[in-house]
């Protein structure tokens, strides 16, 4: 007897239970595109090199494309469409809609689900390549622009939409701070403005240095 | 930044995209998420020989796997007609009538197309499928030396020349004699080409994502001999295109299987297959002469490119082009040249001829303010031309100067020390570095409907595309202005070919394009409305039609301008290079939607990042394949590799155009990898001729050196 080649599985989406068949071969990036319409979930590579396919699992990003559909029954996945709550959108959609954090929009479901995550993974106190003082009674780093960036880069945009999409999750990210403390200066410093105050900034120094 | 003039209503300010809440929901459908019924999905096959003839393709076995419907290839397929001339007025790349003949011209040429109930089952059929050749001799080998090298017009003259070279050079004070050279480079723009094709009610109704909807569908019709009014082509959301969302193998493929099964079909190109299918910037070997007097003054200046294009198609990039533009000299050569290989055919990609060529051009007018020991914006100020270098035309309006000016005041480049490896940073040798950019601005013939509804709003239609650059949000600014009503009022529907003809996003052309449609189309439409007759239940409804109007307009030069800056920081023991600030002050026409205006000028600056330090296609001489062709092995810019990019613009509209536009989606990437190259050279002393400047490149040059 050939052993079977599809199965019938049960994925907890964005709150909901959904049952279908699936190919074995079906990684969760097709099942959630091509079998329960979930097409925000986006296919740029697939083979985990662009981040387009970004999605959440048990609270996690994960490239989706990597991912069998099979593997993931029982575990809880959040996509872009469950995101917002309601007509509300989330703080990072939001800040992605004011600042155009995008262009095309094929990468932004993808970074959009990323940047919660980074936001997430920050506030937990994970260090990046990019951390300076990692021991654990440091605590988390502040949420620089180059924090973001290093985070951020299994996301690729072509479009180049990098400087707003980092002060986009800057803004996102000081918005959560603000709401939960008293606030971090840092990331508060963090929106368009600032950044561009600091980038004035270094220019005056660079002319400083050089004369 | 100038104050910009004339400000009415809704163009000039900020507002987010109009479809923006779809993007960041995933609502927004692309190609291949609109579902139909019977669906089903084809997956390319691609050659691997690089030279030669099928001898067979063993689709039998292949036919008795699961779930596979056809297989199609030059034995089966369909009869098509590549002999015509497209709405741009240019025969097609014969790589777009697929399957026709047992004829391999390069590695990854398409060879056969697996139709199957489901994507699995095709992409498993279409990798056991067996194909065997008859291989020969390919020729991958592009150099300076080629023999066979022939100039090639394109969409500019080959060869413009004036004076003579030979004897300016010779009595010029200052000599500088260089060659530079780009690698083939691929836009991988982040959604793969996707079609879904399907016959309903005898039209051919194609959902694609393209530049151009009008355009692609009067390439399927005349392909596959239709009758115009019975194809449909939509696009209506576009994961970017950078040049790349033309007619391809995908949007045929997928109309040979739908018409043969009778049933909906789609293909989608996975990244890999891009790389072969998808078209890509040609490499470049330029090489610059430039004659001078002791205070920097132009006295000869020759530009020779020469770029490879595939045995089935004559396309050249056209990178001696860029300076007809920018410098005039007492004798002035371009030349631009082509060599034919076994090789997919190239096409244009952001920029195209103005991106290599203004490396090469802005780094040998680097190396000659070097050489006169004088400031490098100064010695472009000193050399702007004050009519068309070849031409001889008036400028319609020139603000480079203003650019620099702008540029180098909030760069902080007055108190720039020129010497080169003077300034550090730990590790991190620092420098900066500057490079002046122009882009043609132009005008395609487009047509607009526009619709006052009776409920008082608006509707636009207009087959349009915006692949990520604004200009559904722009238009409907436009729109609102032109209406005298408010943005909210306005519906603009895009992305259709039933709309009409229209320019293709290209050229830094679609926004100003489909704006002067609607403009003309609004006029009309306010004189019908206030001439007072109220508003039919089906609204009022006006066509505009632009073709005689830009037909109408002066010969003149048109061009955007800009200035562009680079601070990098150089690790002389790693050879890494990183960018630490980019300014670009652009003069380019109106600005209708300051927001992603920003993000258009910013993307190509990040571009020239990517440009100057990573993106490099890399073919193997025995396989006539490419090595890595995937984004690991290709690298594009990722979020660390950009630091903070500020693009700004000076006053400069367009004195010809109903709104002032010029163009904005390709200037950003003009001289960008050139102002990069500068600050390297700035930071290490040494000159980097070849692109990307990657870190064994640096090593292998050493710093302090004269040249790399």
Same mark, same amino acid.
């Given at each position: 007897m050939t052993p079977p080649t599809s199965s019938a599985i049960t994925l907890h989406i964005n709150g909901e239970k959904r049952t279908l068949p699936v190919d074995h071969r079906t990684t969760l990036l097709d099942a959630l595109r091509e079998k329960l319409d979930l097409t925000g979930t986006k296919k740029g590579c697939d083979q985990g090199q662009c981040g387009a396919c970004t999605v959440l699992l048990d609270g996690r990003r994960t490239v989706s494309c990597l991912q069998l559909a099979v593997a993931a029954e029982g575990r809880e996945i959040t996509t872009i469409e469950g995101m917002a709550e309601g007509d509300r959108l989330h703080p990072v959609q939001q800040a992605f809609l004011d600042l155009d954090g995008y262009q095309c929009g094929y990468c932004t479901p993808g970074q959009i689900c990323s940047a919660v995550a980074v936001i997430e993974e920050h506030a937990a106190g994970w260090p990046s390549a990019v951390t300076d003082d990692v021991r654990p009674e440091a605590g988390p780093p502040p949420l620089t622009p180059e924090e973001i960036r290093e985070r951020m880069s299994g996301n690729l945009c072509r479009c180049g939409a990098y400087v707003s999409i980092v002060e986009a999750v800057a803004r996102a990210a000081a918005g959560r701070t603000t709401a939960e403390s008293a606030g971090h200066p840092t990331v508060e410093a963090a929106g368009r403005t600032a950044v561009e105050a600091a980038g004035r900034a270094t220019a005056a120094k660079a002319g400083e240095a050089a004369a | 930044?100038?104050?910009?003039?004339?400000?009415?209503?809704?163009?000039?300010?900020?507002?987010?995209?109009?479809?923006?809440?779809?993007?960041?929901?995933? #609502?927004?459908?692309?190609?291949?998420?609109?579902?139909? @019924?019977?669906?089903?999905?084809?997956?390319?096959?691609?050659?691997?020989?690089?030279?030669?003839? +099928?001898?067979?393709?063993?689709?039998?076995?292949? &036919?008795?796997?699961?779930?596979?419907?056809?297989?199609?290839?030059?034995?089966?397929?369909?009869?098509?007609?590549?002999?015509?001339?497209?709405?741009?007025?240019?025969?097609?790349?014969?790589?777009?009538?697929?399957?026709?003949?047992?004829?391999?011209?390069?590695?990854?040429?398409?060879?056969?197309?697996?139709?199957?109930?489901?994507?699995?089952?095709? %992409?498993?059929? #279409?990798?056991?499928l067996v194909v065997h050749y008859e291989e020969e001799p390919h020729d991958i080998g592009f150099d300076a030396g080629r023999t066979d090298a022939y100039p090639v017009d394109g969409h500019m003259p080959a060869v413009t020349e004036k004076g003579d070279l030979a004897a300016r050079l010779a009595e010029s004070a200052v000599v500088v004699d260089a060659e530079y050279t780009t690698p083939e480079?691929?836009?991988?723009?982040?959604?793969?080409? @996707?079609?879904?094709?399907?016959?309903?009610?005898?039209?051919?109704?194609?959902?694609?994502?393209?530049?151009?909807?009008?355009?692609?569908?009067?390439?399927?019709?005349?392909?596959?001999?239709?009758?115009?009014?019975?194809?449909?082509?939509?696009?209506?959301?576009?994961?970017?295109?950078?040049?790349?969302?033309?007619?391809?193998?995908?949007?045929?493929?997928?109309?040979?299987?739908?018409?043969?099964?009778?049933?909906?079909?789609?293909?989608?190109?996975?990244? %890999?297959?891009?790389?072969?299918?998808?078209?890509?910037?040609?490499?470049? +070997?330029?090489?610059?002469?430039?004659?001078?007097?002791?205070?920097?003054?132009?006295?000869?200046?020759?530009?020779?490119?020469?770029?490879?294009?595939?045995?089935?198609?004559?396309?050249?990039?056209?990178? #001696?082009?860029?300076?007809?533009?920018?410098?005039?000299?007492?004798?002035?050569?371009?030349?631009?040249?082509?060599?034919?290989?076994?090789?997919?055919?190239?096409?244009?990609?952001?920029?195209?001829?103005?991106?290599?060529?203004?490396?090469?051009?802005?780094?040998?007018?680097?190396?000659?303010?070097?050489?006169?020991?004088?400031?490098?914006?100064?010695? %472009?100020?000193?050399?702007?031309?004050?009519?068309?270098?070849?031409?001889?035309?008036?400028?319609?309006?020139?603000?480079?100067? #203003?650019?620099?000016?702008?540029?180098?005041?909030r760069f902080g480049w007055a108190d720039r020390d020129p010497r080169p490896g003077m300034r550090r940073d730990g590790r991190w040798l620092l420098g900066t570095g500057t490079a002046a950019a122009s882009f043609p601005a132009g005008a395609g013939p487009s047509t607009a409907a526009l619709t006052a509804e009776a409920d008082g709003s608006f509707t636009v239609r207009i087959a349009a595309s915006d692949i990520g650059t604004g200009a559904r949000t722009a238009l409907t600014l436009i729109a609102a202005d032109a209406l005298e009503t408010a943005p909210e009022r306005v519906r603009v529907r895009i992305g259709d070919s039933?709309?009409?003809?229209?320019?293709?996003?290209?050229?830094?052309?679609?926004? %100003?394009?489909?704006?002067?449609?609607?403009?003309?189309?609004?006029?009309?439409?306010?004189?019908?409305?206030?001439?007072?007759?109220? +508003?039919?239940?089906?609204?009022?409804?006006?066509?505009?039609?632009?073709?005689?109007?830009?037909?109408?307009?002066?010969?003149?030069?048109?061009?955007?301008?800009?200035?562009?800056?680079?601070?990098?920081?150089v690790d002389a023991g790693t050879g890494e290079v990183r960018v630490r600030r980019m300014l670009g002050i652009f003069a380019a026409g109106r600005i209708v939607n300051p927001l992603t205006a920003r993000g258009q &000028?910013?993307?190509?600056?990040?571009?020239?990042?990517?440009?100057?330090?990573?993106?490099?296609?890399?073919?193997?001489?025995?396989?006539?394949?490419?090595?890595?062709?995937? &984004?690991?092995?290709?690298?594009? @810019?990722?979020?660390?590799?950009?630091?903070? +990019?500020?693009a700004d613009w000076i006053d400069d509209p367009d004195p010809d155009d109903p709104v002032g536009i010029k163009g904005i989606g390709e200037i950003g990437i003009v001289g960008a990898a050139a102002a990069i190259a500068n600050a390297v050279r700035h930071a290490t002393g040494v000159r980097h001729r070849s692109l990307p400047i990657r870190p064994d490149r640096v090593l292998a040059a050493g710093t302090g050196a004269q040249d790399a």
């Open positions: - | 930044m100038t104050a910009p003039t004339a400000l009415r209503g809704a163009v000039g300010t900020a507002h987010a995209r109009v479809e923006g809440r779809d993007k960041v929901t995933g #609502a927004a459908r692309y190609a291949a998420e609109i579902p139909f @019924a019977e669906l089903a999905h084809g997956w390319l096959v691609l050659s691997t020989a690089a030279r030669g003839r +099928i001898r067979s393709v063993e689709a039998g076995p292949v &036919l008795d796997m699961p779930g596979v419907l056809t297989v199609l290839h030059h034995g089966t397929a369909p009869r098509v007609d590549s002999e015509y001339i497209g709405m741009l007025g240019v025969p097609p790349d014969p790589s777009v009538a697929l399957f026709q003949n047992d004829r391999v011209p390069h590695a990854g040429w398409p060879v056969a197309l697996v139709v199957a109930e489901t994507s699995e089952q095709a %992409r498993e059929a #279409a990798e056991a480079e691929h836009h991988n723009p982040m959604e793969p080409h @996707a079609a879904t094709a399907r016959w309903d009610g005898g039209r051919l109704d194609v959902v694609d994502s393209n530049q151009g909807s009008t355009w692609v569908a009067d390439e399927l019709c005349k392909l596959f001999s239709l009758d115009p009014a019975s194809v449909r082509v939509r696009s209506e959301h576009v994961g970017g295109g950078f040049g790349s969302k033309g007619v391809r193998a995908h949007q045929v493929a997928a109309v040979m299987a739908s018409t043969l099964l009778q049933r909906p079909v789609r293909v989608v190109l996975t990244r %890999r297959q891009m790389f072969s299918l998808a078209g890509y910037r040609s490499p470049t +070997i330029q090489r610059v002469r430039l004659g001078a007097d002791p205070d920097g003054r132009l006295r000869a200046l020759e530009h020779e490119s020469l770029s490879l294009t595939s045995t089935v198609y004559e396309f050249v990039e056209p990178s #001696a082009g860029v300076a007809r533009a920018m410098y005039d000299a007492d004798a002035h050569r371009t030349a631009n040249q082509v060599v034919r290989l076994d090789v997919p055919t190239p096409t244009w990609m952001r920029a195209p001829g103005e991106a290599p060529g203004s490396f090469a051009l802005e780094s040998a007018l680097d190396e000659l303010a070097e050489k006169c020991r004088i400031d490098p914006i100064a010695l %472009r100020v000193r050399n702007e031309p004050g009519t068309g270098p070849v031409s001889g035309l008036p400028f319609s309006s020139r603000n480079l100067v #203003a650019c620099f000016e702008e540029g180098a005041r039933d709309f009409g003809p229209a320019m293709i996003a290209g050229g830094s052309m679609g926004t %100003r394009s489909w704006a002067w449609a609607i403009t003309v189309a609004a006029g009309e439409l306010r004189e019908r409305l206030a001439a007072g007759n109220g +508003i039919p239940p089906e609204g009022v409804t006006v066509r505009s039609d632009t073709t005689a109007a830009i037909g109408a307009l002066a010969q003149k030069e048109r061009h955007s301008f800009g200035a562009q800056f680079a601070e990098v920081a &000028l910013v993307g190509g600056m990040t571009w020239g990042i990517s440009m100057a330090l990573h993106e490099e296609a890399v073919r193997d001489r025995v396989s006539g394949g490419h090595v890595g062709a995937d &984004l690991a092995g290709y690298h594009v @810019a990722s979020h660390a590799d950009v630091p903070h +990019i500020e």
